[in-house]
């Protein structure tokens, strides 16, 4: 029974850039490591899985920690990995999940 | 805290020095005054799990409200009558299949609004590292084992979005009123590292959840 739907949970004024993923798309967390207040843990970087819900447009907080705008803002998704591809040793269920907000500036789509 | 009483001074901590320093600067520089601090940390005092319990009873007694909670959780608890600014509630729920934990693994982020501080080891760095990536484990410390046929969500709250667990309602609660379920929604149980109990008479306990 899906709860979520395909338009953004909470839509804000900001101006923005296009939405680019689709709810149950696969994308990857791009693999950079730039300097500054990143809110993309450096443990999901690199991992690919599907998301699972549009947040909608929020400040970009790497902009906002510097005194910035944060605009345009950029779609906010909730992305839910599988614990047994994020952790090599994980021990639990295999289809245990972990689900984290990601910024659209950190995704890129996964070839099928 | 600096305890004052006899005998028990204690210098302040770096923090705590920085934290009064930085806060007289802003008066100093008008950027907030006083009277805006005071007033803020009122409205904090004032915020508790209480409320998030309400509004878990009301969800189990009330399947359309549930629904609403479910699909949009800042909307349903505006409904509610609550005054949560700034929120943006995402209600993840409990079923004999699933069962959810929230962490905020880069800092604290926590339904301030609806909940009220955090506790302690919500922001400590054991268990903003661990739960993430032993989940079970640290469940299983909490005195929560989750059953191998139960498919665990771990939530990191990493922007915008806060979140709240909506428990399962315990099988021996029928016939209760929205208040006594309430009492036994602790605030654990919004996290996710406890699940509500029905002690043996309604209105007596409060069920799991450590302080």
Redesign the interface.
């Given at each position: 029974m899906p709860q979520v739907t395909a338009r953004p949970q909470y839509p804000t004024d900001h101006p923005s850039v296009p939405l680019r993923f689709a709810l149950g798309e696969r994308v990857r967390v791009r693999k950079s490591y730039p300097l500054g207040h990143i809110r993309t843990p450096y443990y999901i970087r690199g991992h690919s899985g599907v998301v699972e819900r549009l947040c909608g447009n929020f400040a970009v907080p790497e902009e906002l920690a510097q005194m910035r705008s944060g605009l345009p803002a950029q779609p906010l998704y909730r992305v839910r990995f599988l614990q047994r591809e994020v952790w090599p040793d994980y021990r639990g269920r295999c289809d245990d999940v972990v689900e984290i907000e990601i910024f659209q500036h950190w995704l890129e789509p996964v070839r099928p | 805290m600096n305890s004052e009483e006899s005998g028990n001074y204690r210098p302040l901590s770096y923090f705590q020095l920085m934290e009064v320093s930085l806060r007289e600067l802003l008066v100093e520089k008008g950027v907030v005054t006083d009277a805006e601090v005071s007033a803020t940390l009122e409205d904090m005092r004032t915020r508790g799990p209480e409320t998030g319990a309400r509004v878990v009873a009301r969800a189990w007694v009330d399947p359309a409200f549930k629904a609403r909670l479910?699909?949009?959780g800042?909307r349903a608890c505006e409904e509610f009558g609550l005054d949560v600014p700034a929120l943006?509630l995402?209600v993840v729920?409990n079923t004999p299949q699933v069962h959810n934990v929230i962490v905020c693994?880069?800092c604290s982020c926590y339904p301030r609004m609806l909940l009220g501080l955090p506790p302690d080891w919500y922001k400590s760095g054991n268990y903003r590292s661990r739960v993430?990536?032993?989940?079970?484990v640290v469940l299983a410390e909490f005195g929560l084992q989750v059953a191998?046929d139960?498919?665990?969500?771990?939530?990191?709250?990493?922007?915008?979005?806060r979140y709240l667990v909506l428990p399962m309602r315990p099988a021996d609660t029928a016939g209760w009123s929205e208040a006594q379920l309430a009492a036994i929604v602790a605030r654990d149980c919004m996290i996710g590292v406890a699940v509500p109990r029905a002690p043996a008479s309604p209105g007596l306990g409060s069920g799991l959840g450590s302080e």
């Open positions: - | 479910l699909e949009n800042t943006r995402v729920e693994t880069l993430v990536r032993e989940p079970r191998d139960v498919q665990l969500r771990v939530h990191d709250s990493t922007a915008d979005m």
